[in-house]
């Protein structure tokens, strides 16, 4: 089942001279349940992709669908909304609250969902727990290290069981270790709940355990490599 | 509702987690806005509050029984003393009688009859000493000699404004006696009678006419003047408390008595010259205008704390808003902020001024020339500007956050402008 259809996506940014067009017509399906890498060299427009996909920018030309969801006709508010309950974020600097300890950056989008306190903390538990942080539950993030608070990053994207995982270059920031220990996490969740995850980095080995890289260049997709 | 819990628990997090002395500056901030708002006020208008505590304390009591407007003296003096006696709220009261006369000083040391005699005229006050002295405390008012006894005769007060050693600057325009002291002898003349008395003391006092009349026991004052009438020209009148309720309700049991027929009968309230209650009015408003720009700049502070603090947390205001929390729980974590410092501030503030400030004016008046100028803050007063200082805090705790939170918020993300 086709759960996100982009339709000749264009982004342009400033105006006259100045004008930058990033992303030049691009069209793309992904599948429920796929894991899919957005791949290319730096200014290929591959995280403007992923902005667009992902309902934090709106393009300047074409249309997206998201689980059925003409997204583009959607009000700020409803965008929110949106992301809240259909999607979920794993962004490369972990972007936790500081001053929330683990499971309550966790509980953050589940409380906004409207589950109560108690309800919130359990399935922050059971969030945190599945990511291999058990006990860590009261750490504040400047308590755990920088592949911790990834994980912990990726409970609260998962949480609330969003129908696509958008993960932002999620090991930019990590050592190598750390880096695969994130990437085999995000494949777990992937493979063992079904979970669709559009991810985009730049390191071919994070990527060889996807369905299909997406390569980009120069804001189209130059070719698809189906690696399963 | 869920945005005000995720906002609650944003900015209880942000303040708990505060640097501590960071937070201690702020709230420290909030309460000198506080007493700056209560106390500016407070004193301008305790400057007029002391003053007239003065005049109720020491010349016109809780309640003044004076002649009718077409009367010279009070009518049926003797019925109303009677009336008196039997009301139980009445605790004191002093019967005075008035003459103006004239007073000539260093009469011992005048050789020399073509220079200026050391004279001036006064007003002078016929008194039962104890009587007056349970009403206005007048002993207490005695700074140099000692006090009228009852059982003496021959003896004076003088009022220090009546002396040159106290009103240097304008005896000009008053005249005022030279070299007088406790012990000296003066003549007083009324009506060319004359008759010499022993000054007793120097009474002082920063309360109406009090330090500018000379004191004597009225059946000496009423003999040198011969009158044989009892009406006198002013009754003072001390209850057993000093508040505006017993003052009417006592004024109320006098006109019941009819002797709104035989004198003006006014509560301290009602006797207080206007100007005073104009003067008191126009410093409320001049102290509320001086607390006002306390306000703004309080306000201006608490924008420009918050505008940092979520300016240097734009990112992670992106970061919330893009996985889907509400932006009026990211504004509700920042006005919360802003409630709080102006919550703990204040009650900081209420703390000074209602435990140590207005204790410690009451026991230490600021002396100005013309009052003992004393803190007054009262409660729904403090209460009114307690409100407006935290609704202002408020919306300067909400701006900031609207400008930064209503950012795109990939921007935000991103740290793009």
């Known amino acids: ?228 | 509702m869920r945005s005000l819990r995720i906002g609650f628990l944003l900015g209880f997090r942000q303040i708990q987690r505060a640097n501590f002395w960071t937070t201690v500056l702020i709230v420290f901030v909030m309460m000198l806005t506080f007493l700056n708002l209560i106390a500016v006020s407070g004193i301008l208008v305790g400057l007029i509050a002391g003053s007239e505590r003065a005049v109720q304390d020491k010349s016109i009591g809780d309640l003044i029984i004076t002649p009718l407007d077409n009367e010279e003296k009070i009518l049926q003096t003797e019925t109303i003393r009677r009336i008196l006696d039997t009301i139980p709220e009445v605790t004191s009261y002093s019967i005075r009688y008035q003459q103006s006369v004239q007073i000539t000083a260093n009469l011992e040391t005048r050789r020399d009859l073509n220079t200026e005699p050391n004279v001036i005229g006064a007003r002078a006050v016929g008194i039962d000493p104890r009587a007056e002295d349970a009403v206005t405390a007048l002993s207490e008012n005695v700074i140099e000699g000692e006090y009228l006894d009852p059982d003496e005769s021959g003896y004076i007060l003088i009022g220090a404004l009546n002396l040159d050693r106290y009103t240097a600057g304008f005896a000009d325009i008053t005249g005022s006696l030279e070299n007088v002291f406790p012990g000296d002898s003066v003549r007083v003349t009324v009506n060319g009678a004359s008759r010499e008395f022993i000054i007793k003391g120097i009474v002082n006092a920063k309360a109406g006419d009090v330090a500018s009349f000379v004191y004597l026991p009225e059946r000496e004052l009423r003999r040198l003047s011969s009158s044989a009438s009892r009406d006198a020209d002013e009754i003072a009148i001390r209850l057993e408390d000093k508040t505006p309720e017993t003052g009417n309700e006592v004024k109320a049991i006098l006109v019941s008595q009819n002797i709104d027929s035989f004198a003006l009968v006014r509560t301290f309230q009602e006797a207080l010259p206007k100007f005073l209650t104009d003067i008191k009015n126009t410093f409320n408003i001049l102290g509320t205008f001086i607390g006002a720009v306390g306000i703004i700049v309080a306000s201006i502070t608490i924008f420009i704390i918050i505008f940092i603090n979520a300016i240097s947390r734009r990112q992670q205001i992106g970061i919330l808003k893009g996985i889907g929390i509400d932006r009026k729980a990211i504004e509700v974590a920042y006005v919360l902020q802003s409630a709080f410092y102006a919550l703990v501030g204040s009650a900081f503030g209420v703390l000074v001024t209602y435990g140590f400030l207005i204790g410690y004016f009451d026991a230490n008046p600021i002396d100005f020339p013309f009052s003992d100028g004393i803190l007054v803050a009262e409660p729904i007063g403090t209460l009114y500007r307690f409100i407006i200082l935290f609704i202002i805090t408020l919306f300067a705790g909400f701006i900031p956050a609207w400008i930064i939170v209503r950012q795109n918020t990939l921007n935000s993300i991103l740290g793009r402008k």
């Open chain 1, 1 to 228: 089942m086709e759960i996100i259809k982009a339709t000749n996506i264009h982004r342009k940014f400033g105006e006259g001279d100045l004008e930058a067009h990033i992303l030049k017509g691009i069209d793309l399906s992904v599948q429920e349940g796929e894991f899919i890498a957005i791949m290319g060299k730096s200014g290929a427009g591959k995280s403007t992709l992923m902005y667009q996909l992902s309902v934090l920018d709106e393009p300047t030309n074409g249309n997206i669908e998201i689980n059925n969801v003409c997204v583009s006709q959607l009000t700020e508010h409803q965008r929110t909304a949106f992301r809240l309950n259909t999607l979920g974020y794993v962004f490369q600097n972990y972007a936790l609250v500081p001053d929330l300890s683990a499971e309550e950056n966790v509980m953050l989008p589940l409380l906004m969902r409207g589950q109560n306190w108690q309800e919130a903390r359990t399935n922050a538990r059971q969030a945190i727990d599945a990511v291999g942080l058990v006990g860590k539950y009261l750490n504040l993030p400047a308590e755990l290290s920088g592949g911790e608070q990834q994980r912990v990053s990726i409970a609260r994207a998962v949480a609330g069981k969003p129908k696509i995982l958008f993960a932002d270059e999620p090991t930019a920031n990590l050592d190598t270790v750390s880096g695969i220990q994130v990437i085999d996490l995000i494949a777990q969740l992937n493979k063992n709940y079904g979970q669709t995850v559009v991810m985009v980095t730049h390191e071919r080995e994070y990527a060889m355990g996807c369905n299909r890289i997406i390569n980009m260049q120069d804001g189209q997709i130059t070719n698809i490599e189906q690696l399963r």
